[in-house]
C-alpha cells in the first residue's frame, strides 16, 4: 500500500490502467497468499467478513488510490468500475480451484492412498464402537465446490436449452465455471448495493467495465470521472449532505443546489466550452455522458478547464499550459 501511495495520486502518478495492474500483479497476491488453503474456513463456506476485515480495510484503500475516489464513494461501485472482485468472493474463488485442481493431481491422490492404508492398519478392533469421522476443512471445501459447480453446470445447461448460452457448449473447465460463478455472485452484491440509487455509476451496464470508460484518461481525468460518476465530489450539495460546517447548497449561480448535473448540464458559470464538449460527445443527457467512453473523455476533458475545485489546480494550469512548455529540457550545468 506504501508503494502504491508513492507512486499513484489524485492528480498525479500511473495511469488507472497501470495502477489496477500494480494491484492485481504485486499488492493483491501478497496478501493473499496461500488464500486457496487458508480461505475455505471450517466448513468450506468461506471465511466470515470480520475475519478478513484487515484484507477487505486494505483492498478499499487501494481501490481509492486507483480511481482518486473519496473516502465516502462505495465500495461496490469501485469494485465494479476497477474490475477487482471483493475479497470474500476472489479468495473463496482461489479455495474452490485449488481444491478442485488438487483432487485431479496424481500426488494428491498418492497422498490421500497412503493416509487410508494407515489409517487401515491403525483401525480398531470390533469391539470398540467405531466412530464416524468428520470431514477435514480440505473435504468439506471439496464438498461445496462440487455442489456448486453442479449447480452452475445445472444453469449452464438450462440457458443452452432456452438457447440464452454464450460461447462453447459441453461441460466447462474448472476456470470457467469458476469465472462465471464467482461473477454471478459479485453482480447480485453489485445490484443490491445500487438498488434505488440513481447516480451515474449505478445506471452503467454490468459488462461495461472501468478500463473500456477510463482508457485514455489522464490521472486527473480518472479521478474526475470517479467523482462525477459517484457524485462523492467536493461540491456544495454534498458537503452540506456530508456535514461540512459553514457550507451552504447553493450553487454560486443561485440555483437551490450545486450537484454535478447542474455544473455539467445547465450552471451559466461554466458554460464556456460546453458547445464544443456536447459535439465532441455526440449527446448532452447527462447519465449517456457518463456512461459511455466517449461522453466521458469529453466531459473530464472540459470539467478540468473549469475553475471547479480547487483539488485539480494543478493539474488544470498543467493542462492548460501550451504542449512545448510541458517538454522536456535539459539541465544547464554548474560553472565549475
Known amino acids: 500500500m506504501e508503494a502504491l501511495s508513492r507512486l499513484v495520486g489524485s492528480t498525479w502518478g500511473l495511469t488507472f490502467a497501470r ?8 499488492i493483491r497476491p501478497t496478501i493473499t497468499h496461500a488464500c486457496g488453503i487458508w480461505a475455505g474456513g471450517k466448513k468450506g463456506e468461506g471465511l466470515q467478513e470480520r475475519t478478513l476485515r484487515p484484507l477487505i480495510t486494505l ?4 481501490l481509492r488510490r486507483i480511481t482518486g475516489a473519496y473516502k465516502r464513494t462505495p465500495v461496490a461501485a469501485l469494485e465494479k468500475d476497477t474490475n477487482i472482485p471483493p475479497i470474500q468472493l476472489y479468495t473463496r474463488a482461489q479455495a474452490y480451484k485449488y ?3 488438487s483432487d485431479q493431481s496424481t500426488a494428491e491422490a498418492a497422498i490421500r492412498q497412503l493416509c487410508e492404508q494407515i489409517g487401515h492398519q491403525n483401525r480398531p478392533s470390533r469391539r470398540r464402537r467405531q466412530q464416524r469421522a468428520r470431514p477435514t476443512p480440505q473435504e468439506a471445501l471439496a464438498a461445496q465446490a462440487g455442489k456448486a459447480r453442479a449447480k452452475e453446470d445445472r444453469e449452464e445447461n438450462q440457458r443452452q436449452a432456452a438457447g440464452r448460452s454464450e460461447g462453447r457448449t459441453g461441460r466447462r473447465g474448472t476456470n470457467d465455471w469458476l469465472e462465471s460463478w464467482h461473477r454471478k455472485l459479485w453482480r447480485e452484491r453489485w445490484e443490491k448495493a445500487g438498488r434505488g440509487k440513481t447516480e451515474p455509476t449505478w445506471c452503467t451496464l454490468w459488462e461495461t467495465w472501468g478500463k473500456q470508460l477510463f482508457d485514455g484518461l489522464t490521472r486527473p481525468e480518472c479521478t474526475i470521472a470517479t467523482l462525477l460518476r459517484t457524485e462523492v465530489i467536493g461540491l456544495n450539495a454534498f458537503l452540506v449532505r456530508v456535514g461540512v460546517p459553514n457550507v451552504q447548497p ?3 449561480c443561485r440555483a437551490a443546489r450545486q450537484t454535478p448535473k447542474r455544473v455539467v448540464v445547465s450552471c451559466p458559470n461554466h458554460s464556456q466550452g460546453r458547445p464544443e464538449r456536447q459535439l465532441e460527445a455526440g449527446t448532452t443527457d447527462y447519465v449517456e455522458l457518463l456512461t459511455t467512453q466517449q461522453g466521458l473523455k469529453a466531459v473530464t476533458k472540459w470539467f478540468l478547464r473549469q475553475d471547479i475545485l480547487q483539488q485539480f489546480k494543478w493539474a488544470r494550469e498543467t493542462a492548460l ?11 544547464t550545468p554548474l560553472p565549475k
Open 19 to 26: 495502477a489496477r495492474t500494480l494491484y492485481t500483479a504485486v
Open 59 to 62: 483492498q478499499n484503500k487501494c
Open 99 to 101: 481444491t478442485l485442481n
Open 250 to 252: 447553493a450553487c454560486p
Open 321 to 331: 499550459r501550451p504542449a512545448h512548455a510541458r517538454t522536456w529540457r535539459e539541465l
